[in-house]
């Protein structure tokens, strides 16, 4: 999903495959910055990537309560 898409709009409005694929990239997102980080970085750059995982882990959490 490369657009913007509200969740809110998913709430009230997209079948239950938008909501997945919506959850599906926060989960890519999240791989994509393990790997990346299991790969090595510099101090600063896992700096930035442990702050990119926390922003998508924390987004996970909160579209798994939104989605309930």
């Known amino acids: 999903m ?39 970085l510099t101090p600063d750059e896992m700096k930035t990537a442990q702050a990119a995982r926390a922003a998508a882990q924390a987004a996970s959490s909160i579209l798994e309560k939104l989605f309930a």
């Open 2 to 40: 490369t657009e913007f898409v509200s969740v809110l709009d998913i709430m009230e409005n997209a079948p239950y495959g938008a909501q997945t694929a919506v959850r599906d990239e926060v989960a890519d997102m999240d791989a994509s910055l393990r790997r990346t980080m299991d790969r090595g």
